[in-house]
């Protein structure tokens, strides 16, 4: 049966040459290029270009896997380099279906004035903050008041994103084994008056996390690199997504192995 693949490239100079060279190899081996119902997403570029091909297909979750080529250095999602399309196309041809998972994000957002409420999944992290104001919002774990946040926002992570702006702001970095999510605090106000626990969360499988916040209009809200539309807020509800992304484990990086490249470098 005829493998189906799809490609996202960004349209930097070197991503679009590794593309063309990819879409030829990939006719020359009778590889079909099927942008709207692969099996096997392709992303060019880097770890943004691999979020953007997630967010396209993640209606397709239970159906593709994706593979990530970078362009520059190797990232968190991409496990080849522009030079090795050759060896990417004969892994390709020997494909057996072989994946590995890894937790998303779960996210509900709804609005003052019976505004239909939205859901999103994310696969690094989704953040909560306000304009030039401190803000305030109340956390509650599992349907239960924990604290009265205050300060300038608000950073829920998934594991593999825990080694984004959660961990810029002293979040946990979390194998991705690991099926939780992670609250970080940006700036939280702590004082005699004000009390936040100050300390990174770890919120299991089987719990979830909802932000009430005050009516404003001026809220910023992130899920991955998108920004949501401003509006009137009331609460943002996340929890582990019952989808997990699918990755194509022809040669996947072990985990900590990225962490090492990307932090602190090769012996």
């Known amino acids: 049966m005829t493998l189906k693949v799809a490609i996202v490239s960004n349209h930097g100079l070197q991503s679009e040459k590794t593309e063309r060279q990819l879409r030829k190899l990939l006719a020359e081996n009778e590889i079909v290029i099927d942008q709207?119902?692969?099996?096997?997403?392709?992303?060019?570029?880097?770890?943004?270009?691999?979020?953007?091909?997630?967010?396209?297909?993640n209606h397709l979750l239970d159906k593709v896997s994706f593979l990530g080529v970078?362009?520059?250095?190797?990232?968190f999602?991409?496990?080849?380099?522009?030079?090795?399309?050759?060896?990417?196309?004969t892994s390709l041809k020997r494909n057996r279906g072989e994946s590995?998972?890894?937790?998303?994000?779960?996210i509900r957002i709804?609005?003052?004035?019976?505004?239909?409420?939205?859901?999103?999944?994310?696969?690094?992290?989704?953040?909560?903050?306000?304009?030039n104001r401190t803000m305030v919002a109340d956390v509650y774990l599992k349907g239960e008041l924990f604290e009265r946040f205050r300060?300038?926002?608000?950073?829920?992570?998934?594991?593999?994103?825990?080694?984004?702006?959660?961990?810029?702001?002293?979040?946990?970095?979390?194998?991705?084994?690991?099926?939780?999510?992670?609250?970080a605090e940006i700036a939280s106000l702590n004082n005699r008056v004000f009390r936040t626990?100050?300390?990174?969360?770890?919120?299991?499988?089987?719990?979830?996390?909802?932000?009430?916040?005050?009516d404003s209009n001026d809220y910023m809200i992130t899920v991955d690199q998108?920004?949501?539309?401003?509006?009137?807020?009331?609460?943002?509800?996340y929890k582990i997504a019952k989808e997990r992304i699918h990755f194509a484990s022809f040669r996947h990086m072990d985990f900590w192995h990225r962490v090492k490249d990307a932090f602190i470098g090769e012996d």
């Open 151 to 183: 300060g300038d926002g608000l950073s829920i992570s998934t594991p593999t994103g825990s080694t984004a702006y959660n961990k810029s702001v002293g979040g946990a970095v979390l194998h991705p084994s690991i099926n939780a999510i992670q609250l």
């Open 36 to 57: 709207q119902r692969p099996e096997i997403v392709i992303s060019v570029g880097g770890d943004g270009t691999l979020l953007s091909a997630f967010h396209r297909y």
């Open 100 to 106: 590995i998972s890894y937790p998303l994000l779960d």
């Open 77 to 89: 999602y991409t496990d080849w380099r522009d030079y090795e399309i050759p060896e990417l196309v």
């Open 110 to 131: 709804e609005y003052q004035n019976d505004k239909a409420a939205k859901h999103f999944l994310a696969l690094n992290e989704s953040t909560i903050k306000r304009g």
């Open 226 to 237: 998108l920004d949501i539309q401003k509006d009137h807020i009331a609460a943002v509800y």
């Open 197 to 214: 626990l100050g300390s990174p969360l770890v919120i299991a499988a089987d719990e979830w996390l909802e932000i009430r916040l005050q």
């Open 70 to 75: 970078h362009t520059g250095h190797l990232g």
